[in-house]
């Protein structure tokens, strides 16, 4: 996760403390160090979900599935985190709010110190609902909205998403309850990103999520709707300077970009030249400690069913499941190849990654859009969007900064 | 190893695609070790899938059926007396639509 508007606005946020141990320097409350090295665990509570859209990951289902975690079970499950010292678990599905232990479960969670986050497509947020989820200790609800009302809705394949999902973010707001939106960038929607961030800051909403597609679940067979990379490059970009002209207008919107992380080679460019060369070299600080693509490292998913995958995206791999073996074992066990060499990727990536200047904060970007267009996991992620010039550093940009500071987190460790 | 429970692991995994357990050796002299699972629709995908993964270090790859195997741990998944009042919020009943599945036919 890349924080645009810390990048570029200085902005400063909760959860930045996870994303580029920015605790120290910070004026708002931290997560303690020792969390920092535990993964953010998303959760699938449950596969069901009562919208079917085109792009999700988790190739959700209308009927429930077998093999659900019970009430007794997720509560096991999320002692395990807790064991672990998992620092946020992140609710999502499927839809979970279809799951109806879901408030005793978030509080659950909440009493064991995880910090419960919820991702959801909002058309189930009712106020009813929204007060329940903030006094059993939710800390922020992710509404999924991709696209204006048309193109969400056909999206989403059902008719009054949109409006009921913008009804969900209001229902958030108004009981008080930390919302924000999430957008998946496709071919399909990239036009209407500047007009729903407008429409959503109308709204109240001032955090805003946008992911790039990653090529797992039902996603996978719509790779044709993936933005070409000099689209991507163009959407990218239109966030960045959407964020500088809002910040300087005075509404301070958070803007973060989740799954390509050759965003943070670009956001590098972008500083240096917007801002200069100090600036570009700050963001690469940050950067570095961010610690590029967190797949297998500072991301972990835990299905519906309980098996641990590398990212949420992953479906079609797990690691193991923690219904034969506690989550901190499966995570921790590098006598799995995969798990190690995804956690020492950087001396193995091939193709343009292998010498790219940004290779320390970007890691190759996703593993997984590489696997799946090229049938090699160490090949390159198809949607890299820099320039040869860019990845070969023919310009000055501050690389010694990064350098240091990744081998110096390394030899920390 | 103590006396332990059946895990509930290999039952509960019938999804759209099963699952097919991986072994992998990496060395001439080492051993056929566990490297997780694959979701696909038949052994010979789970196979090549399996392959794409681990080709750049398996000198032998295996996949089995995971709903085939007999699982036991000395630390399953612990799973407390389920009360009644859990089981009737138990989420995984397929004949009852739960409280909310009915929210979800409101626009
Ligand atoms: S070439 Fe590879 S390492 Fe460099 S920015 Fe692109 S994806 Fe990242």
């Given at each position: 996760?890349?924080?645009?508007?810390?990048?570029?606005?200085?902005?400063?946020a909760?959860?930045?403390?996870?994303?580029?141990?920015?605790?120290?320097?910070?004026?708002?409350?931290?997560?303690?160090?020792?969390?920092?090295?535990?993964?953010?665990?998303?959760?699938?509570?449950?596969?069901?979900?009562?919208?079917?859209?085109t792009?999700?990951?988790?190739?959700?289902?209308?009927?429930?599935?077998?093999?659900?975690?019970?009430?007794?079970?997720?509560?096991?499950?999320?002692?395990?985190?807790?064991?672990?010292?998992?620092p946020?678990?992140?609710?999502?599905?499927?839809?979970?709010?279809?799951?109806?232990?879901?408030?005793?479960?978030?509080?659950?969670?909440?009493?064991?110190?995880?910090?419960?986050?919820?991702?959801?497509?909002?058309?189930?947020?009712t106020?009813?609902?929204?007060?329940?989820?903030?006094?059993?200790?939710?800390?922020?609800?992710?509404v999924?909205?991709?696209?204006?009302?048309?193109?969400?809705?056909?999206?989403?394949?059902?008719?009054?998403?949109?409006?009921a999902?913008?009804?969900?973010?209001?229902?958030?707001?108004?009981?008080g309850?930390?919302?924000?939106?999430?957008?998946?960038?496709?071919?399909?929607?990239?036009?209407?990103?500047?007009?729903?961030?407008?429409?959503?800051?109308?709204?109240?909403?001032?955090?805003?999520?946008?992911?790039?597609?990653?090529?797992?679940?039902?996603?996978?067979?719509?790779?044709?709707?993936?933005?070409?990379?000099?689209?991507?490059?163009?959407?990218?970009?239109?966030?960045?300077?959407?964020?500088?002209?809002?910040?300087?207008?005075?509404?301070?919107?958070?803007?973060?970009?989740?799954?390509?992380?050759?965003?943070?080679?670009?956001?590098?460019?972008?500083?240096?030249?917007?801002?200069?060369?100090?600036?570009?070299?700050?963001?690469?600080?940050y950067?570095?400690?961010?610690?590029?693509?967190?797949?297998?490292?500072?991301?972990?998913?835990?299905?519906?069913?309980?098996?641990?995958?590398?990212?949420q995206?992953?479906?079609?791999y797990?690691?193991?499941?923690?219904?034969?073996?506690?989550?901190?074992?499966?995570?921790?066990?590098?006598?799995?190849?995969?798990?190690?060499?995804?956690?020492?990727?950087e001396?193995?990536?091939t193709?343009?990654?292998?010498?790219?200047?940004?290779?320390?904060?970007?890691?190759?970007?996703?593993?997984?859009?590489?696997?799946?267009?090229?049938?090699?996991?160490?090949?390159?992620?198809?949607?890299?969007?820099?320039?040869?010039?860019e990845?070969?550093?023919?310009?000055?940009?501050?690389?010694?900064?990064?350098?240091?500071?990744?081998?110096e987190?390394?030899?920390?460790? | 190893?103590?006396?332990?429970?059946?895990?509930?692991?290999?039952?509960?995994?019938?999804?759209?695609?099963p699952?097919?357990?991986?072994?992998?050796?990496?060395r001439?002299?080492?051993?056929?070790?566990?490297?997780?699972?694959?979701?696909?629709a038949?052994?010979?995908?789970?196979?090549?899938?399996?392959?794409?993964?681990?080709?750049?270090c398996?000198?032998?790859?295996?996949?089995?059926?995971?709903?085939?195997?007999?699982?036991?741990?000395?630390?399953?998944?612990?799973?407390?007396?389920?009360?009644?009042?859990?089981?009737?919020?138990?989420?995984?009943?397929?004949?009852?639509?739960?409280?909310?599945?009915?929210?979800?036919?409101?626009?």
């Amino acid at each position: 996760m890349i924080s645009i508007s810390r990048l570029l606005c200085d902005l400063d946020a909760a959860g930045d403390g996870l994303r580029y141990d920015a605790g120290a320097d910070s004026s708002v409350p931290q997560i303690a160090a020792e969390k920092q090295r535990r993964p953010v665990v998303v959760w699938n509570a449950t596969r069901r979900c009562n919208l079917a859209c085109t792009h999700c990951y988790a190739a959700a289902q209308t009927e429930p599935a077998p093999g659900e975690f019970t009430t007794a079970e997720a509560r096991a499950f999320l002692e395990q985190l807790a064991a672990y010292d998992v620092p946020i678990v992140l609710f999502s599905g499927g839809e979970p709010l279809v799951r109806g232990d879901v408030v005793d479960l978030v509080a659950y969670a909440a009493d064991l110190g995880l910090r419960p986050v919820l991702s959801t497509n909002g058309t189930l947020l009712t106020r009813e609902r929204a007060v329940a989820l903030r006094e059993a200790g939710l800390e922020y609800a992710g509404v999924s909205v991709d696209g204006l009302a048309e193109r969400n809705d056909a999206f989403r394949g059902r008719d009054g998403a949109f409006d009921a999902a913008v009804r969900g973010i209001e229902t958030c707001l108004e009981v008080g309850l930390k919302t924000g939106l999430r957008y998946t960038i496709t071919r399909a929607n990239a036009p209407d990103l500047e007009d729903v961030v407008d429409l959503l800051v109308d709204v109240g909403v001032d955090r805003f999520c946008f992911y790039h597609l990653d090529y797992g679940g039902r996603g996978r067979d719509i790779v044709d709707l993936d933005l070409t990379p000099d689209e991507k490059r163009a959407a990218v970009e239109r966030l960045c300077d959407l964020t500088l002209e809002y910040h300087d207008r005075g509404a301070e919107i958070e803007t973060l970009l989740v799954g390509n992380y050759a965003d943070a080679g670009f956001l590098v460019e972008y500083a240096r030249e917007r801002f200069g060369p100090e600036r570009a070299a700050r963001v690469s600080e940050y950067l570095a400690r961010n610690g590029g693509d967190p797949t297998g490292e500072r991301i972990a998913d835990v299905d519906y069913e309980g098996n641990v995958h590398p990212t949420q995206f992953w479906q079609e791999y797990s690691l193991g499941n923690v219904r034969d073996r506690p989550f901190g074992e499966i995570w921790d066990d590098e006598s799995n190849p995969l798990l190690a060499a995804l956690r020492t990727r950087e001396e193995r990536l091939t193709g343009r990654c292998r010498d790219c200047r940004y290779r320390p904060i970007c890691r190759g970007g996703s593993r997984l859009r590489a696997l799946t267009a090229t049938g090699d996991l160490f090949g390159p992620d198809p949607q890299c969007y820099l320039r040869a010039d860019e990845r070969r550093g023919e310009r000055p940009v501050a690389d010694t900064h990064v350098d240091t500071a990744r081998s110096e987190r390394v030899r920390n460790q | 190893m103590h006396e332990r429970p059946p895990s509930s692991g290999a039952r509960a995994r019938a999804t759209t695609h099963p699952q097919w357990e991986v072994f992998v050796r990496e060395r001439r002299d080492g051993p056929l070790a566990h490297a997780g699972s694959v979701s696909a629709a038949n052994g010979e995908e789970a196979l090549a899938y399996a392959t794409e993964l681990f080709e750049w270090c398996a000198l032998d790859l295996w996949v089995c059926p995971a709903a085939a195997l007999e699982r036991a741990s000395a630390r399953p998944l612990s799973i407390r007396a389920v009360t009644s009042d859990e089981r009737d919020d138990t989420p995984t009943s397929t004949a009852r639509p739960s409280r909310d599945s009915s929210e979800v036919s409101e626009p």
